[in-house]
């Protein structure tokens, strides 16, 4: 590969500064370099050219994990699709009928480091972008290395922020940094572990960028596997974005994903019908965004916390998906001839337009009302209407479980189609990446989050789907 | 049963209101830092038990000392109630004194005299030494000129003298300060700022609006007009009171900014307005301390506008971080009290960079009030009646529109009101000295936000 490589570079390409082997950040200018590869290195799509390639991801990121004892990252940079080392969390919870989601938060992590094949050491903000399998620089960001979606206010992330940043400053590289995460010279806000989030576990993945425009992530997912009391495996990926116009809509995504997530996999190991089960699972994705709102009684003039969520659920043969509000779910066959359908409905002005018949869907999509949408998670919600469906595809191929930072840029199925690598199916969490990536190339409007399930499920250890 | 674990010094909180959001290339961020302490006052002025240790070892008994200078000039006798008014009004503040609260009056004249007890010290209160000061409060009489300046110094001797955390002045003229220099007066004011706090009162309609402000400004204490001597009474009690509920001295403002910032203003705008900006004084890098004085339970609002360099969009930084501190005894690390944090974030969302935060809003718009009023009566004083009338005029919209209904009461003293709303007004041929003064002296005071 002959794609400008981060490692390599020895000068900024802004201000021609020499750079130091690893550095993130131009020390002279604080010019963010993962980006500046990015950008050098063109658009995205290329990754298709070389998408079977079964290059590791981060094969410096390995070897960096080596190098800093703190990082709790695999070192292992093996790719996720092939069948696992014998390191058995997932199936071992699985087996005893629960689901990872029974355990929540700490289960798909112990996975994802157990499993090697997540990239436990998250990228730097941008290296998602990296389409073919740049290796870039890991983040100085040690204990993101969990990268599930549960950075937030998680256990072993909990001590936040500061310590693992080093001692100075992303952005002036004079200062220190403050408890509160600014730098004590500049003040700038030093890197989040919501502004880039990864977490692959065997049968889906998943990843999470702030985009290029906003200051924080609001999007978040929860990405967890289970099985059914019959024995089949299950995948579950829940997707929401927070509603920026309300308060604290962080808060209220990681909340529902977490909610959802949780639900589901508990719904699954019981052995629920799919379809109650997604139904049950938004709803109390709800519940926990409406008790967001009673915890803080706060600035009458805003809006309680809300979010959108979108969840796909893949057992037995069965696809189901489930949404509130204007977060997406695709289906992507494996064989690009046959057409990709979007699976969801957004509760959006823009939907409403369009089905009203008052609009075609350009014209719609076009308007500055697009993006108001009807329906959403939250105590200031009119009525929730959850949606549910389900699908019993014929062929293999990928749910892509998105939120609009990325189909914002690829609206028709047709479009998300073209955007999703050919190895969807069996690297996952490289198409997540590589979605995360065409965003950001697209502008990064917004937060972006891709969370990729395979269909029919990669056969593991639990026997076949 | 008392709870002995509790301290007495109140606890500080810091609530920050702004709107973050600035557009691609904005460079000016404004809050308003709400700053409350609480549980400072809870003896509910009643001294404090002895048995405290934390007490003790602040002030070796009490932790106050005051000292009330009383104008004895010559005019003080025109009308005579005025000198037998402030005697009264005297003998209430020194009534009002807590039992250990170290205490002096002073008869201020061209120059300034111990009235009690004398020999350069502080009395402490108790019911024999406040029946003795009452005694000696006999022996006022009204004859000589005003040199404020000398009041205030023998203030600040007489205060140094005593081993207390709180120090405390109130101060009454009825007249100019004539005989002195001015520069004599604010020499004074700049060694005794920040040694004691004073509250000064302008009895009458004789003395400058200007002087008295600028005492009470200077050292960080209230400052009113009593028009009618009969007055006094209740407002030195009040006075008093206020200076028994101060339980932390010297408390300042820190802020914090980042390199390349520059702090624009920093001004007090709740309870009344109060520019801070120039007296700053560097505590390191980046960081400045402005005095807020002393502290019971109470709470006020300060207006920070910092520009930052400007940042693209989907930054943010930390625009000030701003603190209270407490100087520690012997010079070491100042203690941090509270703290909050006031942060600039670019975005291009339009909704969010142009709306105003409310509060900022708000007391931007009391700021502008006291400006008016001001430039307002200035111009009026100078003849300018076509600047005076939309000066005052546009004070009427502002109050009117902000609530701010003692100050709109005012005004309608001194211009008849057509339209409020829309800030229409006529100057009132005739207005008393005392209205226009009242207006003058109180134009600074503010309302807060309606919730």
């Known amino acids: 590969m002959t794609m400008p490589q981060l490692d390599r570079q020895s000068a900024c390409p802004r201000c021609a500064e020499p750079l130091e082997d690893g550095d993130r950040y131009c020390g002279a200018c604080g010019a963010d370099l993962t980006a500046l590869v990015r950008r050098s290195s063109g658009p995205a799509a290329t990754a298709v050219d070389d998408a ?22 695999a070192p292992r940079p093996g790719a996720p ?3 696992e080392p014998p390191a058995p969390p997932v199936p071992s919870v699985g087996s005893a009928a629960a689901s990872a989601g029974a355990a929540p938060r700490t289960d798909p992590r112990a996975a994802v480091r157990s499993e090697g094949g997540g990239r436990g050491g998250r990228a730097g903000r941008g290296a998602a972008a990296a389409p073919n399998g740049i290796p870039s620089a890991p983040p100085p960001e040690g204990p993101y290395g969990h990268g599930s979606g549960n950075g937030l206010g998680d256990v072993p992330s909990g001590r936040s922020g500061p310590e693992p940043l080093g001692p100075r400053c992303v952005a002036c590289g004079t200062g220190t940094v403050d408890d509160d995460g600014y730098c004590e010279h500049c003040g700038h806000k030093q890197p989040r572990e919501r502004d880039h989030m990864e977490c692959a576990l065997e049968t889906v993945a998943a990843a999470s960028d702030r985009g290029l425009r906003h200051h924080r992530n609001e999007d978040y997912f929860t990405v967890c596997q289970a099985t059914t009391p019959a024995g089949t495996p299950a995948a579950i990926a829940v997707v929401c974005d927070g509603v920026s116009s309300a308060t604290r809509p962080d808060e209220a995504s990681a909340a529902a994903a977490r909610a959802a997530g949780d639900a589901l996999g508990d719904s699954v190991a019981r052995g629920t019908h799919p379809r109650k089960a997604m139904h049950d699972a938004l709803v109390t994705a709800s519940e926990a965004v409406n008790a967001l709102a009673e915890d803080t009684p706060e600035d009458p ?15 037995g043969g069965l696809l189901t998906v489930g949404w509130v509000g204007d977060s997406r779910a695709y289906w992507v066959p494996d064989d690009h001839t046959i057409p990709a359908v979007r699976l969801t409905e957004d509760d959006s002005w823009a939907a409403q337009m369009v089905a009203a018949g008052l609009m075609d ?9 697009a993006h108001a949408i009807t329906g959403w998670l939250g105590a200031d919600a009119y009525e929730l209407d959850p949606h549910t469906a389900s699908y019993q595809p014929e062929e293999a191929g990928v749910v892509v479980v998105c939120t609009d930072g990325l189909w914002n840029y690829a609206e028709s199925a047709r479009e998300m189609a073209a955007a999703v690598p050919h190895d969807a199916l069996s690297r996952p969490l490289h198409s997540a990446q590589h979605l995360v990536g065409y965003a950001l190339d697209g502008g990064g409007h917004d937060n972006v989050t891709v969370a990729v399930v395979p269909f029919p499920m990669p056969s593991g250890r639990a026997g076949s789907a | 049963m008392a709870n002995f674990s509790k301290s007495n010094a109140p606890r500080f909180s810091v609530d920050v209101y702004q709107n973050e959001y600035l557009p691609e290339g904005g460079q000016e961020v404004n ?19 002895v048995t405290d240790p934390a007490r003790a070892a602040l002030g070796g008994g009490s932790g106050a000392a005051v000292v009330i200078m009383v104008d004895c000039s010559g005019s003080m006798d025109y009308p005579p109630t005025k000198m037998r008014n402030a005697r009264d009004a005297t003998a209430a503040a020194i009534d009002t004194l807590h039992d250990g609260v170290a205490f002096a009056v002073v008869a201020g004249t061209h120059q300034a005299r111990e009235v009690f007890p004398g020999g350069g010290r502080l009395a402490v209160a108790d019911d024999m030494t406040r029946a003795q000061a009452r005694e000696a409060l006999r022996g006022l009489t009204a004859g000589g000129g005003t040199a404020i300046g000398t009041w205030l110094r023998l203030a600040d001797s007489l205060l140094g003298s005593a081993d207390v955390a709180i120090r405390h002045g109130i101060l009454l003229t009825d007249g100019r300060n004539e005989h002195e220099e001015p520069d004599q007066l604010r020499a004074s004011l700049e060694s005794c700022s920040g040694r004691f706090t004073c509250d000064a009162r302008g009895v009458g309609t ?6 008295v402000t600028g005492i009470a400004s200077a050292l960080l204490g209230t400052a009113d007009i009593v028009a009618d001597p009969g007055a006094l009474s209740a407002d030195f009690t009040q006075m008093m009171e206020g200076a028994m509920g101060k339980e932390v001295a010297d408390v300042a403002l820190r802020l914090w900014t980042p390199q390349g910032s ?15 900006t120039s007296r700053r004084t560097d505590a390191g890098p980046r960081i400045g301390d402005y005095p807020t004085g002393s502290w019971g339970d109470e709470s006020r609002d300060y207006h920070v506008c910092v520009e930052v360099p400007a940042a693209g969009v989907g930054q943010e930084m930390l625009a000030a971080r701003v603190s209270l501190v407490l100087p520690t005894p012997g010079g070491g690390t100042p203690q941090t009290l509270s703290q909050g944090l006031i942060r600039a974030v670019w975005t291009d969302d339009m909704v969010a960079t142009t709306s105003i935060n409310p509060q900022v809003a708000h007391y931007t718009g009391q700021a502008e009030l006291a400006q008016a009023i001001q430039l307002g009566l200035d111009m009026r004083k100078s003849g300018d009646e076509a600047g005076a009338t ?4 546009r004070a009427v919209q502002l109050a009117n529109a902000s609530g701010n209904a003692d100050t709109a009461k005012l005004l309608s003293k001194v211009v008849d009101v057509v339209d409020a709303a829309a800030g229409t007004v006529r100057l009132k041929a005739k207005v008393a000295d005392a209205d226009e003064m009242t207006l003058e002296t109180r134009s600074t005071k503010t309302v807060r936000v309606k919730k």
Not at chain 1, 302 to 314: E, H, K, Y
């Open chain 1, 52 to 73: 079977d390639e079964d290059r590791p991801t981060l094969p410096v990121n390995g070897a960096r994990a080596r190098a800093r004892a703190s990082l709790p990252v």
């Open chain 1, 81 to 83: 699709a092939p069948p």
């Open chain 1, 301 to 315: 003039a805003r809006n309680a916390p809300a979010c959108t969520i979108v969840s796909a659920l893949c057992a």
């Open chain 1, 361 to 369: 869907e350009a014209e719609a999509h076009a308007d500055a009302r």
């Open chain 2, 31 to 49: 809050a308003i830092v709400t700053v409350t302490s609480t549980g400072g006052g809870t003896t509910g002025g009643m001294p404090l038990p």
């Open chain 2, 206 to 211: 004789d003395w400058e609006v200007k002087e």
């Open chain 2, 262 to 276: 520059r702090v624009k203003f920093l001004k007090q705008v709740a309870p009344s307005v109060e520019e801070l």
């Open chain 2, 390 to 393: 939309a000066k005052l005029g």
